[in-house]
């Protein structure tokens, strides 16, 4: 039975080795720190038992230079594992320039996902291995956290804002996929699996469901049923501001404050028109909140977000390399 | 530490001072000193508070300790906002 | 905070009345800086969503009434200085005056609070209340709600502070009219006192943050 | 002879007692039944993943379990055990006074604990409450069905319980203090509960007026958190855990401070490094409550704040490490004996060095993604918490017990027990360390299968655990009546509060010590005679 006790979760992305690695490093240095303090506990206990008629002359009471060793030694000791720790850290948290993308809506109590080709899956996520991937995620109603141990990955999922998370699966296989941040009664039934498949088994099985519009083309629909297009479109004149090559920008807002026009920018500028007043416009906007679903605002966004520079705004953009803005 | 008797007129100046500062910092909210309006509010908000526990509240008169004790919290109030408000800050950064 | 009886010097405890006095001003105190840190976590909520919201409060804060704002805070700092003075009275002994300052202490603490409840009243007339009623005129009524929510916590914390004190002074004044306080024993004056100063200046935090920032 | 428990009569004599040793019994056996609660609560979650089903009870009541659990542990038991009980039996007796500065405030804070207690109980036995002891909004305000307003009323309420606490032990410390008596010769226990009352002064509001936003919100709209209105939860987590982390120290400063104690006795030697472990307390104290961002490492706070907590965090490591150091250098050329007390010492300095070696793997920001909300956080907070504070906590009673009330316990029951609880706790928790880094989540109702043996290992593990703590109930309780008397001072100890008899008087001292020389000064006159 013991023999089939694993101690590490399978290793399937490019950070897993190396969360391991830091983990087998912090594993023996508490056995070596564990064993040490036991030892010494142990020796002492022996030979100065009461009974024992071990030399206890100049019995010390404190030693400056000990202290100063103890203090300094451990304190060097946590800053490297420290920076070994941060380095990773940062690892995770800036995604590489070219991933898919896959949108992500946690609800009590299931996973929705929806790949840029328009392809949905609910609580299963397929990816192709080699190739990384950067999951876009929000919340319809308490924070989740979205987990995959054998990726060695972990971002909560909260309502009204969008986190991120990115990982490169390496080895074919299906693995856990846990929410790691209670969300109520059936929280532990709020999982799924990620499916990592080869590249080429992939694309077939990403073009065995056409029927799906991509989340850029349900985007400009519903762009367009609900008359966004009326007054943002490109022309002159027109009474909202352009959203050509918005995404990514910097915008100025009326007041004279400024603002990066990204995810949560985009979605308050949808919730709250007039609290996101651009500069030179009237504030005609109603708001459009409770009129979008999660989903949907993730699709306009993405819709947004493939508006690049260039006359041809409006114009179906290629779903796999959305149109990113510059710097911010 | 107490027991100190603080003289009226003492009360009467701060109580004076405490009544200027109040009306000053009401006008000041009305004029436009674009992002000094807050430091200034914020700036005779803290001078009338320290007036208060300097003479209402005895302090100037006390032991150390109290005063040791108030800048403890204070600067464990600090530690509250200035960490929490930094993570605000950096939320975009990368 | 003190554990004298009526009478005694000094609490069994204690070895005589000065550290008696000492330890009582030390709680005192110490139970004041908690009270910064309980009325710290609304600041920080405060700062987060000002800071983040800076249009939406400052509209907000346009419908507070700062006419009755600027009078209940120099109502306040009258009533700081009647509590000064009777502290003053309390220390030379004189009892009459000390009656006198105190009832004028409440008074001016009643006159605050009742003045607190005007506006309370405004508030729900005009349907700023948070929750499914709330109407608000302004472009962001949902930020102005959270304003209005922390505006309703703030005061609301400070006011019942008000009303608690106003009990204690009440104790005070029959303590006072029994003639309980000796220029030797006058402790619990100088404790509520302090505690009555502290709520003070609460407000002339919240004065400012609530009625002031973003007037112009 | 006259003494504290004898002097006066009637249940009326406890109810209105302004003895700090009265009042340190009464929270000894409030304390004692919300341990119990919460242990039962312990031994269901326990007993439902033993499969991995999850087919003993429902998801819902299981969530009810943990969160109650967690409640009836942290706030209950873990926060006031060591200085409710034994600091407030011990502080006024260590520094040679007569009771606190002010015991009235001291008995209210007994009843302020026992009236939240009642409110919180009586939540739980009106439908409980299943937001988790973190109480993370908005799950908490807008979408738990259970009784969370009730909950969060008693858990405010007992709140003032352990502010009042700490303030009393401050102002106790400054102005108390016997003739003589200075901060230096100060037994550790007091530096310990000193660093410890800063922290309840300090942190406990910020918890309060969080949680009375929490009931604000829910109860009256007042939208602070609320996602709809733009509010942020992730302030909510701030707030929390300003003091929820700093909380952790109000457990175990006093629980380090108790095994300053027993190891200088049962080495019957001074403390190796006096200052550096009195000054490490207050350094804790204060970079303890700069860390509290490591609970939200993947919350969604920025990446640089995440990195600023990451590395405080690793510094408030550090004098934690100083203090087993000193511990184990105590030792050395000490004349250990091995009486219950010490194996409870050697049990907490095992378990608090492994507690503390795993928080290094939480501290360390990239590979707390993995473990984080997994069973190695519950693994490693246990190691601190049971094996830590608990092991400290019955160390201590088990020292001061003859002290307490005047009578022996049975020392070979006193270490078989310890033998047991430390065998438990270690098949308990150790394989959820493993758990955790294989990825199961905390606070799952039912789990994949290959989980199943490390968590019937832990299941097993818990069912000793639970025996090894009734052991030490029944054998004490029964000492009570049929141990053998004590004397003054059984262990050849020293301390002021071994210079008076066992009972002490009311007021502690015939006549107000006069303080001539260091704590511990073991040696210097000559041995005392071993325990008999």
């Known amino acids: 039975m013991l023999s089939d006790l694993p101690l590490f979760p399978k290793q399937a992305s490019s950070m897993a080795w190396q969360v391991d690695a830091l983990y087998l490093f912090l594993v023996a240095l508490s056995a070596v720190m564990s064993l040490l303090i036991a030892g010494l506990l142990l020796t002492f206990a022996v030979r100065y038992r009461a009974k024992s008629r071990a030399d206890r002359s100049n019995a010390p009471e404190g030693n400056n230079t000990l202290e100063m060793i103890w203090t300094l030694i451990p304190l060097g000791i946590v800053m490297f594992i420290f920076t070994w720790g941060a380095g990773l850290y940062f690892h995770m948290a800036r995604p590489p320039e070219d991933t898919m993308d896959v949108l992500v809506v946690g609800k009590r109590w299931m996973w929705k996902l929806q790949h840029l080709s328009g392809r949905r899956e609910i609580n299963e996520l397929h990816v192709p291995v080699g190739r990384a991937v950067k999951l876009t995620m929000t919340s319809e109603d308490v924070i989740h956290s979205f987990f995959v141990p054998a990726f060695r990955v972990k971002m909560d999922v909260l309502p009204g804002r969008y986190s991120t998370v990115w990982f490169k699966p390496t080895r074919p296989g299906t693995y856990h996929l846990f929410c790691a941040e209670y969300c109520g009664t059936k929280h532990s039934q709020m999982i799924g699996s990620v499916v990592v498949m080869q590249p080429d088994d992939f694309q077939a099985w990403l073009g065995g469901d056409v029927s799906d519009l991509t989340p850029a083309q349900a985007g400009e629909r519903l762009f367009n049923s609900l008359g966004c297009i009326t007054c943002h479109n490109p022309g002159s004149g027109a009474r909202g501001p352009a959203l050509t090559g918005l995404f990514g920008r910097q915008v100025r807002l009326a007041g004279g404050s400024a603002a990066t026009a990204d995810e949560i920018y985009l979605r308050q500028s949808i919730e709250d028109p007039r609290a996101m007043q651009v500069e030179g416009f009237e504030p005609l906007m109603p708001t459009y909140r409770g009129m979008i679903s999660e989903e949907g605002m993730l699709q306009i966004i993405e819709y947004i977000k493939t508006l690049g520079p260039g006359p041809s705004a409006g114009a179906a953009p290629s779903a796999a390399q959305p149109a990113r803005g510059g710097g911010s | ?94 | 905070m003190a554990d004298a009886h009526a009478g005694a010097l000094h609490a069994h405890q204690f070895e005589d009345a000065d550290q008696q006095k000492d330890a009582s001003t030390l709680g005192m105190w110490v139970f004041l800086l908690t009270e910064i840190l309980f009325f710290g976590g609304m600041f920080l909520a405060y700062a987060v969503y000002r800071i983040a919201y800076p249009a939406a409060w400052a509209a907000a804060s346009h419908h507070l009434d700062v006419r009755l704002g600027g009078i209940n805070t120099v109502v306040l700092i009258v009533s700081s200085l009647t509590m000064a003075m009777a502290v003053h009275a309390a220390q030379l002994g004189r009892r009459q005056q000390l009656v006198v300052f105190l009832i004028l202490t409440m008074l001016l603490g009643g006159v605050f609070v009742g003045i607190k409840a005007v506006e309370y009243q405004h508030k729900f007339a005009e349907g700023h209340v948070p929750g499914p009623g709330f109407h608000f005129e302004g472009a962001d009524g949902r930020h102005a709600q959270l304003f209005f929510s922390l505006y309703f916590a703030m005061t609301g914390m400070h006011a019942l502070h008000m009303i608690i004190g106003f009990g204690l002074l009440a104790w005070l004044l029959a303590g006072s009219l029994k003639g309980r306080f000796t220029p030797s024993y006058y402790t619990p004056v100088e404790m509520i006192g302090l505690y009555w100063h502290f709520v003070d200046i609460v407000w002339i935090f919240l004065f400012p943050l609530l009625y002031l920032l973003g007037r112009h | 002879m006259s003494h504290y428990l004898n002097h006066d009569y009637g249940i009326r004599s406890w109810l209105l007692t302004k003895d700090h040793k009265r009042i340190a019994l009464l929270y000894l056996i409030s304390a004692t039944v919300m341990f119990m609660i919460g242990g039962i609560f312990a031994l269901l979650v326990r007993l439902e993943l033993l499969t991995p089903a999850g087919d003993l009870m429902q998801s819902e009541t299981y969530n009810k379990m943990f969160t109650m659990h967690g409640i009836a542990m942290v706030f209950f038991f873990l926060i006031p055990a060591v200085p409710a009980v034994l600091g407030n039996f011990l502080v006024p007796m260590m520094i040679g006074a007569r009771d606190l500065a002010f015991p009235r405030v001291n008995l209210l804070s007994w009843y302020i604990y026992t009236i939240g207690a009642l409110f919180t109980l009586w939540a739980m036995i009106s439908g409980g409450v299943d937001t988790g002891w973190t109480f993370y909004t908005p799950y908490s305000t807008a979408w738990s069905n259970t009784n969370v307003l009730v909950t969060g009323v008693g858990i405010f309420i007992t709140g003032f319980s352990s502010i009042l606490t700490g303030l009393n032990f401050i102002v106790t410390i400054h102005r108390m203090r016997a003739p003589g008596m200075t901060w230096f010769r100060l037994p550790l226990f007091i530096w310990a509960h000193y660093a410890a009352s800063i922290i309840m002064i300090l942190g406990t509001p910020v918890v309060a007026i969080t949680i009375l936003l929490l009931a604000l919100e829910r109860g009256l709209h007042l939208g602070i958190f609320d996602p709809a209105l733009g509010g942020d939860p992730v302030l909510f987590q701030h707030l929390f855990w300003f003091y929820s982390h700093p909380a952790v120290y109000i457990m175990i400063l006093p629980s380090m401070g108790v095994i300053s104690e027993l190891v200088a006795c049962f080495s019957r030697k001074r403390v190796f490094g006096y200052s550096f472990i009195a000054f490490s307390s207050l350094t804790i104290a204060l970079v303890g409550f700069l860390v509290w961002g490591h609970h939200m490492f993947v919350s969604s706070q920025s990446v640089y704040a995440g990195l600023v907590f990451s590395v405080l965090s690793f510094v408030v490591a550090v004098p934690s490490a100083v203090k087993v150091f000193n511990w184990t250098a105590t030792l050395y050329k000490g004349t250990i004996t091995f009486e219950t007390p010490m194996i409870y010492a050697f049990g907490f300095i095992g378990l608090f060095t492994i507690g503390g070696l795993t928080g290094l793997f939480l501290a360390s920001i990239g590979l707390d993604v993995h473990v984080h909300d997994t069973y190695f956080i519950v693994a490693h907070f246990h190691y601190i918490m049971v094996g830590g504070v608990i092991m400290g906590y019955l160390g201590g009673l088990h020292f001061w017990w003859p002290k307490i009330t005047g009578r022996m316990y049975s020392e070979f029951w006193g270490r078989i027990s310890a033998a047991i609880i430390f065998i438990g706790f270690n098949l308990t928790f150790f394989p959820q360390f493993i758990l955790g880094y294989l990825g199961m989540p905390r606070r799952y109702h039912a789990y994949p299968e290959e989980f199943q043996v490390l968590n019937v290992m832990s299941t097993a593990g818990a069912s000793i655990l639970g025996v090894g703590y009734l052991i030490p109930l029944v054998y004490l309780f029964w000492s009570m009546r049929y141990g053998k008397p004590a004397s003054d001072n059984p262990w050849g100890a020293r301390g002021l509060e071994w210079t008076t008899p066992s009972p002490p008087p009311v007021e502690n001292f015939p006549v107000t010590p006069v303080v001539t020389e260091e704590a511990y000064a073991y040696g210097t006159h000559g041995k005392e005679s071993p325990v008999g």
């Open chain 2, 1 to 94: 530490m107490s027991g100190h008797v603080v003289p009226p007129r003492i009360y009467f100046a701060v109580f004076a001072a405490l009544m200027i500062l109040t009306a000053l910092t009401v006008w000041a909210a009305f004029q436009d000193f674009g992002p000094l309006n807050t430091v200034i509010a914020l700036g005779i908000a803290c001078v009338k508070a320290t007036l208060v526990v300097l003479y209402f509240m005895h302090v100037r008169y006390g032991g150390r300790l109290v005063w040791v004790m108030i800048s403890g919290a204070l600067i464990w109030l600090g530690i509250l906002l200035v960490i929490t408000l930094a993570d605000y800050a950096s939320r975009g950064w990368l």
